[in-house]
């Protein structure tokens, strides 16, 4: 009998090149499987299928893993506010995980000897997958047929069509990559430092031109309801959300950061849920928590999106990160009034039962009840002390 071998599926010009080449080169039972982690449409996902088929795959799947991924990971993205570079939501980087690990689940189900996927030796990507295929199946074979032949396109191309297999391989003049938390958006212009993405490189167009503001609700840092309605769950929020603010265009820009590999990287995306929520979110937060929540919430999210981004998601710190979030967002709970304008949004404000400025204790630069002038300068001695002794030591003020 033939050995197995899952193959992370896409249906583009590199993952049907590996179906056709580990079945006819490499003598492999292929099985495709594409995880869905909120890109995909019914009608996308039945043209990725048939070409499956056309390659003569010995079968193909779909692993649908939205809810999964909003459980594990990006709820804790929200908690975090995570933005990296204070730019990027980790709109793709953060699915490839997910991703990788649904594969190796439906790879252990049918009893495959080899997990296989068609990233190149040249992104992050390829570190993301191998990283949770070597942990999570150790004992399984990882194939990656164009890192390792290192192919032009057109020999891709022709290897196809000697085996019989046709198809408008003209290569997309901009490279998208969609999902739940945000679209990727890479091109000529990327590839440069200096030359803006052109409005018809992105995915949504304007529609709405006449301004609205939305309310955003929020439980214990979830988001629940958009204009009060709950949509079934914080997915279908997120979803609802991507539709309005993509028809005022809203969710664009260009992220420029690290790879994993240590080469600069420069994409654009497109996320308009992923924005407004966190932007919404974080400004709950400067209602609600105290400074010093505030300020090591800050200090652990940034490690956290810095190791989600670079495939560390097994890393048992970021489950122990994952605690401290969430116990974080017990008081995060309110409503957030978002203004939504072409290719633009303002938050313009928020109500909920734990905010911090409706205290007794008086109002900023207005009146104070529960001090007197008296006791601010006594705390302003104390405050002082140590700064004191150390000039009064060393002398100066610089």
Known sequence: M???VVLAFSGGLDTSFCAKYLSEEK???????????????????????TRANEL????????????????????????????????YPLSVSAERVFQALAIVAYAKKIGAQYIAHGSTGAGNDQVRFDLVFQIA???????????????????????LQQHGVSGNWEKAKYSINQGIWGTSVGGKETLTSHLPLPEEAYPS????TEPQTLTLTFEKGEPVALNHESYGNS??????????????????????????????????FEAPAALMIIKAHHALEKHVLTKWQAYWKEQLANWYGMMLHEGQYLEPLMRNIETFLEDSQRCVSGEVYVKLMP????????????????????????????WTGEDVKGFTKILGNQMKIYFQVNGGTT
């Not at 492999?28 to 299928?49: N, W, Y």
């Not at 795959?57 to 506010?81: D, P, Q, W």
């Not at 205290?359 to 009146?367: A, I, L, P, V």
């Open 2 to 4: 033939k050995e197995k």
């Open 27 to 49: 003598g492999l039972e292929v099985h495709a499987a594409i995880v869905d982690t909120g890109g995909f449409s019914p009608a996308d996902l039945q043209r990725i299928e």
């Open 56 to 87: 003569g795959v010995a079968s193909f799947t779909c692993l649908n893993e939205v809810e999964n991924f909003y459980k594990k990971c990006i709820r804790y993205m929200i908690y975090g506010n995570i933005l990296r570079n204070q730019t």
């Open 137 to 159: 199946a150790p004992q399984m074979g990882i194939l990656t047929p164009i890192r390792d032949l290192r192919l032009s396109r057109e020999e891709e191309i022709a290897y």
């Open 205 to 208: 167009q304007l529609q709405t």
């Open 235 to 268: 997915v279908g929020v997120i979803q609802a959300l991507n539709q309005l603010g993509s028809r005022y265009a809203i969710g664009r820009d260009i992220h420029v950061g690290d790879t994993i590999i240590g080469i600069k990287g420069r994409v654009g």
């Open 343 to 370: 290719y633009r949004f303002e938050i313009q404000g928020i109500s909920s039962p734990h905010d911090l400025m409706a205290s007794k204790f008086g109002q900023y630069g207005e009146m104070n009840n529960a």
